[in-house]
């Protein structure tokens, strides 16, 4: 076996016991509310059309943003119980998760309950009355297992489409089989992103052929095979779940990371170094950009890694740029205040925007600063990833040096790299901490003007932990002590094409290579 | 004269403005025989319904073996009423057996008690006892509607409602089943009304006939009675009907022959 594929199988038990725990309780609590609002739809057809719509509506909402969604929505409602009772909760991780996938399995199950129900001959439920059944001995003896093979072609549409969405629980901080999609996306570890399709998708098949199977013993009303369903989705659930309990002891600290390589990279380091120290940890990989803050202002993460223009602009929404020092300084104190977040120091480098060049080219140009660039533009084309010339950091570069380039075409990341060595663009936008700078031998032109913001990589730290001196004392070793070459060697070796390291290989390595403290 | 078994006083039933019954009044006693007959939209069925709470008069009381009906639970008086009606209803997933013992289980009958039940009512609308253990796709219409009268005695109730019951079988069949249950309506004393648009049937088996028209009686009476006493043309046309059928039936196989 592949060592790739060990890493992955490796972890299977972990992500697929979440992923089944998701799922399962996704799917038994939307048919607890989908059952008797089907019934209640099936009794009345003035409440009918708009429940049935609302669970379409909700259908139409792209799942990842209604995962999305829950999540600001559910730290508010815990603000507010922490207001009213005292007593906050976890906005981040399952119940978001479990609150979305529920309301996503509702439609075909409401749908299909609501149909089946109506669709019970009325003079069989005439007979019911007529023999002297109650309302309810009539629905639990007559309509819903006559209703039940129709319902559970409704359960079975759920069920595949909740296993498949339960993939995208990973970037709300929901550990799931989307985890190995997710990070195989960010490292380019295609081999990962197949491992977590093949085993969603066959998890999926297996539960739809369970419950057809109990599908199947309804409508040929062949109790056997209902009993042989159920049983074996029984034990299936308890085999899913039985790595959790030990995977369950309460992790003391929580590393968080967003979705790209660097991330990964920093995570595993600050994670290995507090297991060093003796703690627990666990991983919050793939945490969207703003989701990652406000999870650890909110005490749900103890700790990542954040670059100091980002939180800047988007946190204090600041458009200025009193440079590296100054901004660091300003944060230092600002989300302390605020938030009570702890900036413990910046990294010793910076993952900023930055122009670069083909050496060579840059030679034969004499081009080494933005302001010698802005002089070549009209002859060259400027490369960018697909969102940097949207951004403000882009305008504001461009209103300091006005440049005016013959051509500015976008591309996704790794073919941004060879348009540039391919010549199909002169100059691009790159990350300054990106492995393929140091890789491909390019320039990195500089800003005589401040025009770009400083990306410090700065530790950030939970309100709650602030005093907490064993995470601290883990960490603090880890300030001013990664340069800027380290971090690319570090990205390059996740990234390249042949011979990749794991994230955790690279942090290893990493930490081999720390450099004494300034 | 004992208290009548059903006693319909001034019943009035409206939908929307429709007057499905329009001030009705009607007394069966005990034992006795009932069709209710009329053209379609008379009210016959929807007065049926008013006895067993299937429907619920907007006017008037019911009572049934002397109690008023209104204000007590719909379930409970009818599982004291036997129902059978043309569609049947059969439960189709359960068993004959299962379907048949269905009101003495809501009763709450032991297990060996309903099974004795079933067997007695197999034997009574003369289907073999093997049966019981099918399900009622696997048996013919006039199969599926003795399972339906079985049903609805398994209960020994004393009163029978039946709607069209024989009115989807063939004429061989339906023929047949209507002089069993004459026979079953004699051997276990019940009171049975039935609704009817077959004047020849209502002739043929029961006592008394009720005729409907537009929400109120027209006319009731033995049918003897009704033919020398009525003077509503509708009524006189109705009853004339079987006399006249067979008369034309009788000429043209003389004829044929």
Redesign the interface.
């Known amino acids: 076996m592949s060592p790739r594929v060990a890493d992955a199988f490796a972890l299977l038990s972990e992500y697929l016991g979440w992923h089944v725990l998701l799922s399962a309780s996704a799917l038994a609590l939307g048919l607890l509310i989908s059952l008797p609002l089907a019934v209640a739809a099936s009794r009345s057809p003035r409440l009918r059309w708009p429940v049935l719509a609302l669970a379409g509506l909700i259908q139409t909402i792209p799942s990842l943003a209604l995962l999305a969604l829950f999540y600001p929505l559910l730290l508010a409602l815990s603000a507010l119980s922490l207001a009213t009772f005292g007593q906050g909760f976890s906005a981040l991780g399952f119940l978001p998760s479990l609150l979305a996938l529920t309301l996503y399995s509702m439609l075909p199950i409401l749908r299909t309950a609501t149909a089946g129900i109506l669709g019970v001959d009325p003079a069989v439920r005439e007979a019911a009355d007529g023999v002297g059944m109650t309302a309810r001995q009539r629905l639990l003896q007559v309509e819903l297992p006559l209703a039940m093979p129709v319902i559970m072609a409704g359960v079975r549409t759920a069920a595949v489409w909740t296993i498949g969405a339960a993939t995208l629980s990973t970037p709300v901080g929901q550990t799931s089989l989307g985890n190995y999609i997710f990070a195989g996306l960010q490292t380019e570890n295609w081999v990962f992103v197949l491992f977590g399709c093949a085993a969603s998708a066959a998890l999926a098949m297996i539960v739809d052929q369970l419950l057809g199977l109990i599908e199947t013993g309804a409508a040929r009303r062949k109790r056997g095979l209902v009993v042989a369903g159920v049983a074996l989705l029984a034990v299936g659930l308890v085999a899913g779940l039985l790595p959790l309990a030990s995977f369950g002891k309460p992790a003391s600290y929580v590393v968080g990371a967003k979705n790209f390589s660097e991330q990964y990279i920093l995570a595993e380091l600050m994670a290995e170094r507090l297991e060093g120290a003796g703690a627990q940890v666990t991983r919050k990989e793939d945490l969207g950009s703003a989701v990652a803050y406000r999870a650890l202002a909110a005490g749900e993460l103890d700790v990542y890694v954040d670059y100091s223009g980002t939180l800047w602009t988007n946190v204090l929404k600041r458009e200025d740029n009193p440079g590296r020092a100054a901004v660091l300084a300003e944060l230092t104190t600002e989300l302390k205040r605020r938030d009570g977040v702890i900036v413990l120091g910046s990294l010793g480098f910076e993952n900023a925007y930055a122009f670069a060049m083909r050496a060579d080219r840059a030679r034969a140009l004499g081009v080494t600063s933005l302001a010698d660039l802005a002089r070549e533009a009209p002859r060259l084309t400027l490369g960018s990833d697909l969102e940097f010339l949207s951004r403000p950091e882009w305008k504001g570069v461009d209103a300091a040096y006005g440049f005016n380039f013959k051509a500015e075409r976008s591309f996704q990341p790794t073919f941004m790299y060879r348009a540039l060595s391919g010549g199909e663009a002169d100059v691009i936008s790159a990350f300054s901490s990106d492995g393929r700078i140091a890789a491909d031998r390019l320039v990195v032109l500089t800003d005589p003007k401040g025009a770009l913001p400083p990306y410090d990589a700065v530790i950030l730290i939970s309100p709650k932990r602030a005093g907490d001196t064993r995470l601290i004392e883990a960490l603090r070793p880890l300030v001013g002590a990664i340069t800027v070459e380290a971090m690319r060697a570090a990205n390059y070796s996740v990234d390249r094409d042949e011979g990749k390291a794991t994230p955790a290989e690279a942090a290893r390595a990493l930490e081999r290579n720390l450099s004494a403290r300034p | 004269m004992p208290s009548p078994a059903i006693e319909l006083v001034d019943i009035e039933k409206r939908y929307g403005a429709h007057a499905a019954l329009d001030g009705v009044s009607l007394s069966v006693g005990p034992g006795e025989f009932v069709a209710l007959v009329g053209a379609s939209g008379s009210g016959k069925t929807t007065l049926l319904k008013t006895i067993?709470g299937?429907a619920w008069p907007d006017a008037g009381t019911v009572r049934v073996t002397g109690d008023l009906t209104a204000g007590r639970?719909?379930?409970?008086?009818?599982?004291?009423i036997g129902?059978v009606?043309q569609?049947?209803?059969?439960?189709?997933?359960l068993t004959v057996g299962e379907n048949i013992a269905?009101?003495p289980k809501?009763l709450g009958w032991d297990r060996a008690r309903m099974a004795a039940r079933v067997d007695e009512l197999l034997d009574l609308v003369a289907l073999p006892r093997e049966v019981a253990a099918r399900?009622p796709a696997a048996l013919s219409g006039g199969q599926r509607q003795r399972v339906g009268v079985a049903?609805?005695l398994a209960a020994q109730p004393a009163i029978l409602l039946m709607d069209e019951p024989f009115g989807a079988l063939d004429p061989v069949t339906r023929e047949e089943l209507g002089a069993d249950y004459r026979a079953l309506h004699e051997k276990l004393s019940l009171t049975t009304v039935m609704v009817t648009h077959d004047m020849t049937e209502a002739v043929l088996l029961t006592d008394r006939v009720v005729v409907l028209k537009a929400g109120r009686i027209v006319a009731d009476g033995t049918p003897g009675h009704l033919l020398a006493t009525s003077r509503d043309p509708d009524v006189l046309a109705l009853l004339e009907a079987p006399r006249r059928q067979a008369e034309r039936l009788r000429a043209r196989l003389e004829t044929a022959s």
């Open positions: 067993n299937l639970a719909p379930h409970e008086l009818r599982r004291r129902y009606f569609e049947i209803g059969l439960f189709p997933h269905i009101t809501l399900l049903r609805a």
